[in-house]
């Protein structure tokens, strides 16, 4: 397969080294105006990638048979849109981010949209990718054209398994989404590791049971124990994680809140229910990300 991978952090420099490893024709897609893109990866099993793969040609976007989009959630929807027209109407696009609400914002793409949630794991380590932990990759049609799909599980099963095709992938989206919804905005707001949330455990609860709620409502016959007993073994399975919302607070970063409980939020107004504690949660994160803005600010070069 040809793919661009739109993202080139550590998700997407994982698949771009396990693609390049099974022989696809692969380029990055950047921010910056570039024309190579530097993958550095070491694996799960220690092996190391470390390859220069061409970037940002229009060319080999117009004739890719995928793109892969690993951004941030906040992140994809524009940086599509701009890309969209270059690409092949018949060129899947996959959206593998954390959160939901970014099939919404595509409503208008004409290309066929899938949706993938991922539990691998990897982090930035200075210049390197390092494979955490392997893990499950749940990928299904996010818009109609999408439903003819289901053969790309193949090749990508083989470039970094787990893979799996969900011809309705909402229920993996959600359980992924309540997960996040619990793990990352309390994390954060606590500045605590994964595993710490089992001193937590009443406002745990709490949370979850709300998420359930409005799961029920979205058509999802989950009950609240089942989700709180999946959301304490991913705790307990990434008990030593930072989240990913905690590690961003700290970095004085954008989060994904308004993609997770954000998302949560705006399903439960639609639904005429409350969810208090997700809208505290909620509140606490924003106040966080506007006091990293203003320090962002205040240390802009242009105010010197
Ligand atoms: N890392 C992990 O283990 C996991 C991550 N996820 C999810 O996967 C998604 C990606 O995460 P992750 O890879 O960690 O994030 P990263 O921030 O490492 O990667 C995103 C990359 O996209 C680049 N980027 C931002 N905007 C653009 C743009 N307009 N055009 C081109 N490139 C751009 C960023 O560059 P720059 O640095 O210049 O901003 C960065 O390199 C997130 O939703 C995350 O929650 C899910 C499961 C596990
Ligand atoms: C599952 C969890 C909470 C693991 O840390 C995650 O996806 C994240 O940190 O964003």
Known sequence: MKVTVLGCGAIGQLWLAALARQGHELQGWLRAP??????????ANGMRFQQDLPANSREFLANSDLLLVTLKAFQVSLAVKQLAATLNASCPVLLMHNG????????????????????????REGSAIIHVASGITHIGPGNEAGHAHGGLAGPLQHALPDVTWHDNISAASWRKLAANCVI?????????????????ACDVKTVCNEVARVMQREG???????LLNYVWRVVDSTA?????????VRSQRHTEIDYITGYLLRRARAHGLSAPANARLYEQIKRKERANARINAACSPLRK
């Open 220 to 226: 999802h016959p989950v009950t609240a124990d089942d």
């Open 240 to 248: 030593e994680n930072i989240s990913s919302m905690l590690q961003d």
């Open 184 to 200: 990352n905005p309390m994390t954060a707001v606590f500045n605590c590791p994964n595993g710490e949330l089992r001193n937590r």
């Open 100 to 123: 939901m609400g970014t099939v919404e914002e595509l409503h208008a793409l004409r290309q066929p949209l899938i949706l993938g949630v991922t539990t691998q794991a990897a982090r």
């Open 34 to 43: 570039q024309t190579l893109c530097h993958v550095n990866v070491t694996g």
